[in-house]
């Protein structure tokens, strides 16, 4: 005879006999199974916002209501643009310029070059 306490209740236990072992052992496996599944979907929660919380990340945020929409937009926000405009023009306009230069060029040459040239045929009757 074989003594097996319950998972559930450890001050529970029943005596079994040998040949019912088997039996016992199948049907505790699959509860421990179901028990488990339904362990884990109790703990991570069915939608979005009932997930596990996370453990060993630190988040820090500040109200909604305490925060400003556009701090210092005006006083600091628009000479900083100003000033990082200016510092980087001349890195950054001149390939824009070359391009648009050589763009216009190729376009010009090439409307010139679909027609005659009317001075190729002055002599032609």
Not at 39 to 55: A, D, P, S, W
Not at 95 to 109: C, D, L, R
Request: hydrophobic share 40%.
């Amino acid at each position: 005879m074989l003594k097996i306490q319950f998972f559930l209740s450890y001050k529970s236990s029943i005596w079994i006999h040998p040949e019912e072992y088997c039996v016992l052992n199948e049907s505790i496996s699959i509860v421990t199974s179901t028990l488990l599944l339904q362990y884990r979907q109790l703990k991570m929660g069915h939608h979005f916002g009932n997930l596990e919380r996370v453990r060993h990340v630190i988040t820090y945020s500040l109200s909604p209501f305490e925060q400003k929409a556009f701090p210092n937009y005006f006083t600091k926000g628009i000479p900083n643009l100003w000033r990082r405009f200016r510092s980087q023009v001349f890195k950054v306009a001149p390939p824009f310029v070359v391009a648009y230069v050589v763009y216009t060029w190729g376009n010009e040459e090439f409307e010139r070059l679909k027609r005659k040239n009317p001075a190729d045929f002055e002599n032609d009757e």
